[in-house]
């Protein structure tokens, strides 16, 4: 990928794939093309090969797909499945058929079983059942990664998948329903403090761990492995440490400045229990996170302020 590239980047206005644009617009990189979902909807067939026809991309990053947190997940599986079946086959054959030189699918750690081993390696996949709350978009995701494996087998094509564990970082969707977990506790406890209220509410028992990676180091990697990674092998993108709910409200609070209470609502679940990636291999291959927890939330949240007054 030289600076001249033709480079699709799609979901372009999500909060990975503009981010994605913006680092690449940094890295100098002045022939990157996007869609909104208005313009071309990727589930549409014959409109995605049209595009890739006519655009003829030499590199693309796979960022667009139905995303929500684990409400949203568990509420609208149909959506979740049939959405992103429909982008991951229609963009990845396309490539295929129009011959993008290099594609990179974002995939997610809910692919890897519920139960599975802690820190969870790559090897992993397809050991065991999945965390039913996410069951559709995972199977979907799953499917991707090996659309990928099976165009390089079958065709010699050079698509890569990659696993990034929670994200967050600017242009996150805050909205209460849909929203991961960290977006929705910045919003809450912003709220709390801004209303005064005694306390705040978040959903489950608060024992689940998670990893958070800020999008920014996410974009980094990605763009690294763009350049120096090949192969079927899917590559785990994370942190390497984990958090528990509780202690991610109780860091959320501390940065936002919320002094009361917080409460359970456990008619909400609780989802997989742990999902703590495995990031050796990453690092092997010579790239390390580097936005701790904490600043990655301080920016996070100065930038949630900063657009609710525009
Ligand atoms: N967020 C996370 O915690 C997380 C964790 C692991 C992996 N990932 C992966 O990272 C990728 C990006 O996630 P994100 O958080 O950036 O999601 P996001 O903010 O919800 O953005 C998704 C983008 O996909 C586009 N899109 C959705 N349906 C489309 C359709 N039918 N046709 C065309 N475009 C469509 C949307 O385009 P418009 O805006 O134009 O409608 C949107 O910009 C996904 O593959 C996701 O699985 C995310
Ligand atoms: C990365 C994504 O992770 C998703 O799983 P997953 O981490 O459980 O998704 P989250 O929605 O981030 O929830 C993580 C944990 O935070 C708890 N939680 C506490 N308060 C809240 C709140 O106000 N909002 C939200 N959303 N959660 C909250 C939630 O019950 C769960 O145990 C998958 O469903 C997706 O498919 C995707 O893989």
Not at 141 to 166: A, H, R
Not at 231 to 241: C, D, F, L, M, R
Not at 245 to 273: H, Q
Request: hydrophobic letters at 35%; proline letters at 3%.
């Amino acid at each position: 990928m030289n600076i001249g590239s033709k480079i699709y980047v799609a979901g372009h206005r999500g909060m990975v794939g503009s981010a994605i644009i913006r680092r690449l617009k940094i890295d100098g990189y002045n022939n990157i093309i996007n869609k909104t979902s208005a313009e071309l909807d990727l589930r549409r067939q014959s409109e995605v090969e049209e595009f890739f026809e006519y655009e003829k991309p030499e590199y693309v990053f796979l960022a667009a797909a139905k995303v929500g947190g684990i409400v949203a997940n568990n509420i609208y599986p149909a959506e979740f499945i049939y959405d992103n079946l429909m982008i991951e086959t229609n963009i990845i054959h396309s490539a295929y058929k129009f011959e993008v030189k290099k594609l990179l699918f974002l995939g997610s750690s809910c692919i890897y079983p519920r139960r599975a081993e802690q820190p969870i390696k790559e090897e992993y996949l397809l050991g065991g059942y999945l965390e039913k709350t996410n069951e559709a978009y995972a199977i979907a995701k799953i499917s991707g990664l090996k659309m990928c494996e099976y165009y390089n087998k079958q065709y010699g094509t050079d698509f890569i998948s990659v696993m990034p564990t929670n994200l967050y970082g600017p242009n996150d969707n805050y909205d209460l329903q849909t929203s991961h977990v960290l977006p929705a506790l910045i919003r809450k406890f912003y709220e709390a403090k801004f209303n005064k209220s005694k306390y705040v509410e978040i959903w489950g028992s608060g024992t689940p761990k998670r990893e958070f990676l800020h999008v920014d180091d996410l974009t980094d990697a990605c763009l690294f492995l763009m350049q120096n990674y090949s192969g079927s092998e899917t590559v785990n993108i994370g942190v390497g440490n984990d958090i528990s709910i509780n202690e991610l409200a109780l860091l959320i609070s501390d940065v936002v400045g919320f002094t009361g209470k917080i409460a359970y609502d456990r008619t909400k679940p609780d989802g997989t229990p742990r999902k703590l990636l495995d990031v050796s291999k990453l690092n092997n291959l010579g790239w390390k996170a580097s936005i701790d927890l904490r600043t990655g939330i301080k920016m996070t949240y100065k930038d949630y302020i900063s657009n609710l007054y525009v």
